[in-house]
């Protein structure tokens, strides 16, 4: 089997998205790009250094901007401490009694609630504010701390 420039290119390419998909890496379908654009170019004729940095450019190019896109836009909190997923993170409950074990039992949304301080632990009772849900727990923090 006689093998053009532009069938390595586009194994490659595909091997590079087969690879993607096993293991979850984004920034390996950026490199398939470069290589789908040095593919492109053996098409066109262009020679095997033109080809390459054609896929050098596109490639590394697409890897760097999505570098920087993701630089720029931080992940999101994890599913228990989000309020996009759970909207009773920020809600306030009272606590009129802590538990020795750091614990307490809570009324929101007319059910009793376990709950536990975040961070540290509270001895006194008053308002405070749900800062995430780990299962059927609450996780507390004081009201108006950040």
Known sequence: ??????TFWWVAGGVMVAAELATGTFYLLMLALGCAAAAVAAHLGAGAAMQLVAAALVGGGATAAWH???RK?????????NRDVNLDIGE???????????SARV???GAAWSARMAQGSASEPGTFTIV???GNELRLAPAGAP
């Open 73 to 81: 836009h931080p992940r999101a909190e994890p599913a228990e401490r």
């Open 68 to 70: 920087a896109n993701r």
């Open 132 to 134: 995430a849900v780990h």
């Open 107 to 109: 009324h929101y949304r």
């Open 1 to 6: 089997m006689d093998w053009n420039a532009w």
């Open 92 to 102: 306030t409950v009272q606590v009129t009694h802590w538990n020795a074990d750091g």
